[in-house]
């Protein structure tokens, strides 16, 4: 059984594709990313399929960027020790996924 999550918040679906919040919003309602739904916040926050989301990450940075960028994030987040090194290997997948 998979434990990976499928679905995403805007600000995680940001940082696969390397854009910001708001870009992740323009892309919902232009059609390029449909929203799986929205969170009950204040403000309607949206919720996305990271199959989608990978889609658009590929489109706009290539398959390889994606790649590395997620790479580099799992490994973040699987890190038990250093918190400093924690921290640089999320900087590292930001300044990946910008590539």
Same mark, same amino acid.
């Given at each position: 059984m998979p434990t990976e999550r499928?679905?995403?918040s805007t600000q995680q679906a940001a940082?696969?594709?390397g854009v910001?919040?708001?870009?992740v919003?323009?892309?919902a309602?232009?059609?390029e990313l449909p929203p799986a739904g929205r969170l009950p916040a204040a403000r309607?926050?949206?919720e996305f399929n990271r199959e989608d989301v990978e889609?658009? #990450?590929?489109?706009? +940075?290539?398959p390889l960027g994606l790649i590395r960028a997620m790479a580099l994030e799992d490994a973040a987040d699987e890190w038990d020790g250093d918190p400093d090194v924690a921290s640089w290997l999320r900087d590292r997948a930001? #300044?990946?996924?910008? +590539?």
């Open positions: 499928t679905k995403l940082e696969i594709i910001s919040v708001s870009t919003q323009r892309l309602k232009s059609g309607g926050v949206f889609r658009v #990450a590929v489109k706009r +940075r290539g930001k #300044a990946e996924a910008t +590539r």
